[in-house]
């Protein structure tokens, strides 16, 4: 037996003689001896077979380190040769009745609407899938996609159908900025296949009303917090916001303002926030110039284990570290454009250079224009944190350089943030 590439070990300060060791693929986590570590280093031969048993299971040893890291390199392929579900995440509308500033989406908005004929090219494509045993997803996405309430229903309702007569599953969850999530809107959507909804309140009353003003100029902040609280008692929500580094250290006032609002942590399935990024063309406005264009920005990891701690402490979910892949890996996960364009990122939504088909054309060949193996090097190969980023995010390398020429190495990001990461959830996660 041989220790993983894919393990980062941790003294234990608090207890001399100990470690954590916390596996990337597995993403288990288990607190040893510093005897049973080193017995572990020299083989294994000296552990027990329940030792050996439990190391193995974890991640900890592998039979063969060359065989590991080739199953790593595969990865992708062997998971898209399984009969993973359909995912779609569908953008009905690229309108919104909101005006951030920060707009990733801003270059190309515009009155842009899904028409009916392409929604029901839509329907006929996921149907397809469904013939073929699969189960299948969508993420309705804008704009802001409850404009189009008539098209979102027009498309669900006879998948819904559908699934319900093939013995398959189906499932829609809307991001959303939470405006027109009254309760009605999501009695309507409930037996339709409505499973939950994200909604954005970029921390307390003004610093959102700022950053995410209705079109007319006015906050949106009030109307947002009145509907998740008519709602939250029927569907699953999710709540994220937008920081920058000037002003992360006042969101967790949010968090206090959803708890004396009613919106308690039994009430949400996650609470998380994520950095302004620049907008698709890479440009930033007025105050956003502190938007994160890199993931190894020194700033980023400080804000985001400061946030999620502050979520975790009060009670609240937040996503764990888990082995992530860029939807861009994988084959039966699209993103299609209101004109029925195909892309493989909604990040890439926009440029014209990323469009890999379309619903009538079908998909052609993008392993050249995304640089699929970009990450399949011996650097990356024999780096502990790959299973957690698989070289990264594509969006924020093409920012850099203007193309997908290389990995967005999240080493720094990591070096500087995942045990305390593991931490966190060994001590302050909700149990």
Request: contains cysteine; glycine residues 8%; hydrophobic residues 40%.
């Amino acid at each position: 037996m041989q220790t993983s590439h894919y393990l980062k070990v941790y003294p234990c300060a608090d207890k001399p003689g100990r470690v954590l060791l916390f596996t990337t693929r597995r993403c288990a986590v288990l607190e040893c001896s510093e005897a049973l570590w080193d017995r572990a280093r020299a083989g294994g031969e000296e552990l027990t077979e329940k030792e050996r048993e439990t190391l193995s299971r974890l991640g900890v040893l592998v039979p063969d380190r060359a065989a590991e890291r080739e199953e790593m390199r595969t990865i992708f392929d062997t998971a898209n040769g399984e009969k993973r579900p359909f995912s779609a995440l569908v953008t009905l509308t690229l309108e919104c009745n909101l005006a951030c500033p920060y707009c990733f989406e801003d270059p190309f908005r515009g009155h842009h609407r899904m028409s009916a004929d392409t929604g029901k090219l839509l329907v006929h494509k996921l149907l397809e899938q469904m013939d073929e045993d699969r189960d299948v997803v969508v993420d309705f996405y804008g704009g802001e996609a409850l404009m189009a309430l008539p098209l979102l229903k027009d498309i669900a309702a006879p998948l819904a159908e559908a699934a319900l007569a093939k013995g398959v599953k189906f499932g829609f969850t809307i991001i959303s900025n939470g405006t027109l999530l009254t309760r009605r809107v999501v009695e309507e959507l409930l037996p339709l296949g409505l499973e939950g909804v994200r909604i954005t309140l970029d921390g307390p009353p003004d610093i959102h009303d700022q950053q995410r003003p209705f079109v007319s100029g006015r906050g949106s902040f009030a109307t947002i917090l009145a509907n998740a609280r008519a709602v939250c008692d029927l569907v699953p929500l999710d709540i994220g916001g937008n920081y920058t580094r000037h002003n992360y250290r006042r969101f967790p006032e949010l968090l206090d303002l959803l708890i004396a609002e009613g919106i308690t942590p039994d009430k949400l399935k996650y609470a998380f926030f994520s950095p302004i990024t620049p907008k698709a063309d890479g440009s930033v406005s007025g105050d956003f110039s502190s938007a994160c264009a890199s993931s190894s920005e020194p700033w980023m990891s400080e804000a985001g284990l400061y946030l999620r701690e502050e979520v975790l402490k009060r009670g609240f979910n937040t996503p764990r570290i888990r082995m992530a892949g860029c939807m861009v890996e994988f084959d039966s996960d699209v993103v299609v454009a209101y004109d029925g364009g195909i892309y493989k990122c909604p990040s890439f939504m926009g440029d014209e250079n990323l469009r890999v088909g379309s619903l009538a054309e079908g998909i052609a060949d993008f392993r050249e224009s995304h640089n699929l193996d970009v990450w399949k090097t011996d650097e990356c190969l024999d780096c502990a944190y790959l299973p957690l980023c698989f070289g990264g995010c594509r969006f924020l390398r093409k920012l850099i350089t203007g193309a997908i020429d290389g990995v967005d190495c999240r080493r720094d990001f990591y070096d500087a943030s995942l045990e305390r990461l593991v931490r966190q959830d060994l001590e302050s996660r909700p149990k």
